[in-house]
């Protein structure tokens, strides 16, 4: 009977071990952490550095120093740092064209918010998206505003009609803008100014 209770205190060791060897890469990444920031706060005090730089750069270096705790964590549960490194890339890889995809919706949401809160024109007034300064651009009044696109009515200069404009938001704060308020407007097709 005694020898089958042998192994099993060191079946025990292992795991506690393994628990002990966590603990202290967890302590040695909140440590490393706080020492840099450390670091970084008697910079900020010795140097003339703006608050603007050091925050971002402590958040950054905290992420990086308890990511990398993290990741030596995983590796000693049993966890491939080829797997992990592979899963990582993988995400970041997505994440980035998945960005870059939505990166025009996401601006022309943006430029809509800016456009109702700051509002550089409203519905009524007549804008002209000025490409150069001999060249003139879209010109016409605003008919609608939605989260994408900015519709102008532009009236033809023979008097044959309308055409309706779907301008992108972002287009509005890459290029210089033309405004006259509602009423104080000549008719869009008279050529005057």
């Given at each position: 009977?005694?020898?089958?209770?042998l192994p099993l205190?060191?079946?025990w060791i292992e795991p506690i071990w393994v628990g002990v060897q966590i603990l202290l890469i967890l302590l040695a990444g909140y440590?490393?952490?706080?020492?840099?920031?450390?670091?970084?706060?008697?910079?900020?005090?010795r140097y003339p550095f703006p608050p603007q730089l050091l925050m971002p750069l402590r958040g950054g270096l905290r992420w990086l120093i308890m990511g990398s705790a993290l990741i030596v964590v995983l590796e000693r549960l049993g966890v491939s740092a080829t797997v992990l490194w592979?899963?990582?890339s993988g995400f970041v890889a997505v994440a980035a064209v998945a960005f870059f995809a939505m990166w025009s919706v996401l601006s022309n949401l943006l430029c809509a918010i800016l456009i109702f809160t700051v509002g550089p024109f409203r519905l009524g007034d007549?804008?002209?998206?000025?490409?150069?300064?001999?060249?003139?651009?879209?010109?016409?009044?605003?008919?609608?505003?939605?989260l994408l696109y900015t519709t102008l009515i532009?009236?033809?200069?023979?008097?044959?009609?309308?055409?309706?404009?779907?301008?992108?938001?972002?287009l509005f704060f890459q290029r210089s803008v033309r405004r006259?308020?509602?009423s104080d407007v000549l008719p869009v097709g008279s050529g005057e100014q």
């Open positions: 009977m005694e020898a089958l209770q205190p060191a079946q440590f490393t952490q706080r020492f840099v920031a450390k670091c970084l706060k008697r910079l900020g005090e592979t899963a990582l007549v804008v002209e998206l000025v490409d150069t300064v001999d060249k003139p651009g879209v010109k016409g009044r605003v008919v609608a505003i939605n532009e009236v033809e200069e023979a008097g044959t009609g309308s055409v309706m404009v779907q301008v992108p938001n972002s006259w308020r509602g």
